[in-house]
Structures are given as structure tokens and as C-alpha cells.
């Protein structure tokens, strides 16, 4: 089973921003040292507490201090950006560490509606474009478009040896039709979405269109997960991420993800504690073999091909312990 690790570079109460991104970068280094297959990094804008608006900023800079991890978005956020741009960004990517770049697309504004008008004045009319948006992307990624074309003299300089490989996100069935109609692989976000993912998954399998001979349907599933040396103390750091979420929503999480210790003195009401009940469903938290026997549970229920894994917690010493403990479980 192939584990992989999605990072939205979250800041921790007490840290700064470039505390969180060398953490990020220090995760990046683990992951690979564990035997994770890829890395993937978040894009988010003017959202408090996290600090990563740039992916292909950060991919550099982990690319330069990492030798074999697959690296990537997730997501570029394409509905803001040009394809053009964005397979020349990649492409040169792909040049400096070949055979290792993903580009994950997504379409959400990963921001406030202010940062989405600063960005994109025309966001919900691109979002309309997705599918012409994606395509564009995949002729200028693989530089065939047909002679007619207007685009047809023109590359995504420098053009790797091997191309980045493209990742559709998403939560829902838009997305996975789209996945599928374009012949892309297709991460779904298990851990941020209500709807039947279950459903989604098989749609987007039975709807697909292979791009090229051989070429098959492949899933990633997305999962929120704590893992410890015991129950107890995986409960204890999540609860940190639980009540982050919480004050995120109440537009409040400037001052990051809590310590243990603020989680456990953080005000909650009765309407809050349900709340927090409900985000906690949508996680896994435990020690390593518990962790593993709800993983196996997932993938052989969606019949991923790939587990991607985020963790969030106050500190990068019991996140980076989290991944370690669940890679062990599952080397046994």
C-alpha cells in the first residue's frame, strides 16, 4: 500500500511563518527518509494560520534538499492562474528534479472572497472554464496540440524528459467526472468532504477515458490523521487540531494551531463539543495498530490506490512522530 503525505503548512501558536514553512521542509525531508511516496503541499490565501500561498515556491526549495520523494500541489488552484503559466512553472520543476513533480489541480478559491478578487476578478466565470482550463494545461504539459491550433508553435519551456504528472483534487462529483472524462488520476479529500465519497469514487471509475493505451483509473483518498504510541495520547493532540478548526470557523485562528495544554483550557460549549464530536468522526486517531486497521478499513472500502495523509498538531516533532509511527505498523 503506497502512503503519502499532504502538508498545509500550518502555523503553531508561539511560531512565525518561516518557522512553519522550515517545518514543512523538515517534514518533506522525514517523509522521504520513512518511505512515503510523495509529498504534496497545500496553496491557501489569506487564510490565518497557514502559510504556504505559493506550492512552487516551496517545491523548489524542498526539491533542493530531498533526492527521491515525489513533491506537489495539492493544489494549484487553477481557476486564478493561466495554464500556460502554470505548466511552465511545473515543467522547469520537472527539469530540476526529474521524474518526481505532480501537479495537483484543484478549484476551490483556497481563500477569502477579498484574496479571490486580488487574484482573479473573473474566479466563478474560470471556475465555469475548469474543463477548457485543464485541458489546456494537459496539451501545453504534453506539448501536442494539433497544428491547427493557435497554440500549436508554442512550448512550456524548459520541456522535461518525463512531464509532471497530473492529479485532479477534489470532494465531490464535478470533479470526479472531470478526472474522468480527461483520463487523470484523481485524489479525493476523504477528510474534508460530507458527501458519499464512496459513490464519487465508483462514478469516476466507471466514467473513465483512458488518455493513452493501458492507462487506467488510479485513486488517492485523503485522510485526517493523529497517530501515537497510545490511544490517549493521540486523543491529546488532536484535540489541538480539533479546536483549531473550530476557531478558524469563527474567523479567530490568527494566533495558529494550539499547544496541548491551550486546547485543554480553550472555552467549548455544549453546540461546540457536538461540533467538534462530528469533526472527529471524520478522523483517525490512535496508536499505530489502530490507525492501521482503520486505514485497511478505508482503502479496501474506496479501493484506493494510494492513502494521503495530513496531520496537523502543535508541534512538527509529534507530527513527524505520527508518520513514523504508522510506517513502522505498516512495515510489520
Known amino acids: 500500500m503506497k502512503l503519502s503525505i499532504l502538508d498545509q503548512a500550518p502555523i503553531s501558536s508561539g511560531y ?13 525531508r522525514a517523509g522521504e527518509e520513512l518511505g512515503y511516496t510523495r509529498y504534496w503541499i497545500a496553496e491557501h490565501h489569506d487564510l490565518p494560520g497557514l502559510a504556504c500561498p505559493a506550492p512552487e515556491v516551496m517545491l523548489s526549495y524542498i526539491g533542493a534538499q530531498t533526492n527521491k520523494i515525489r513533491i506537489g500541489s495539492g493544489a494549484v488552484l487553477l481557476p486564478h492562474y493561466k495554464p500556460y503559466k502554470v505548466a511552465e512553472l511545473y515543467n522547469m ?18 481563500g477569502s472572497a ?11 466565470q474560470q471556475v465555469w472554464n475548469l474543463p477548457s482550463l485543464v485541458t489546456d494545461l ?46 487523470l488520476s484523481y485524489a479525493f479529500g476523504q477528510f474534508m468532504s460530507s458527501e458519499d465519497g464512496k459513490g464519487i469514487i465508483d462514478q469516476y471509475r ?14 488517492i483518498l485523503t485522510v485526517s490523521v493523529i497517530c501515537a504510541e497510545t490511544t490517549e495520547r493521540a486523543e491529546e493532540i488532536a484535540l489541538s487540531s480539533l479546536v ?7 474567523g479567530n485562528g490568527k494566533k495558529g494551531v494550539p499547544s496541548i495544554n491551550e486546547a485543554k483550557t480553550y472555552p467549548i460549549t455544549e453546540e461546540e463539543k457536538q461540533q467538534l464530536e462530528m469533526q472527529k468522526q471524520k478522523m483517525i486517531i490512535g496508536n499505530p495498530k489502530e490507525v492501521k486497521s482503520k486505514l ?6 474506496y479501493r484506493a490506490d494510494e492513502l494521503m495523509i495530513v496531520t496537523i498538531s502543535h508541534s512538527i516533532d509529534d507530527k513527524i512522530q505520527s508518520y513514523r509511527l504508522i510506517m513502522d505498523e505498516y512495515s510489520k
Do not use: C, M
Request: hydrophobic share 40%.
Open 296 to 301: 485497511k478499513e478505508l482503502q479496501a472500502f
Open 244 to 250: 483549531w478548526s473550530r476557531q478558524l470557523e469563527k
Open 16 to 28: 512565525t511563518a518561516k518557522q512553519a514553512l522550515e517545518a514543512s521542509v523538515k517534514l518533506a
Open 206 to 219: 466507471n466514467a473513465f477515458k483512458p488518455r493513452e493505451h493501458g492507462s487506467g483509473p488510479k485513486i
Open 93 to 110: 520543476l520537472a527539469t530540476l528534479f526529474p521524474n518526481r513533480i505532480d501537479i495537483g489541480i484543484g478549484r476551490a478559491p483556497g
Open 114 to 124: 477579498e484574496a479571490t478578487t486580488a487574484l482573479s476578478e473573473n474566479y466563478l
Open 138 to 183: 494537459l496539451h501545453f504539459i504534453n506539448d501536442d496540440y494539433i497544428p491547427a491550433n493557435p497554440h500549436a508553435t508554442l512550448s512550456a519551456t524548459p520541456v522535461p524528459d518525463t512531464p509532471p504528472e497530473v492529479w485532479l483534487l477534489g470532494t465531490g462529483k464535478k470533479s470526479a467526472i472531470l478526472a474522468a472524462n480527461e483520463g
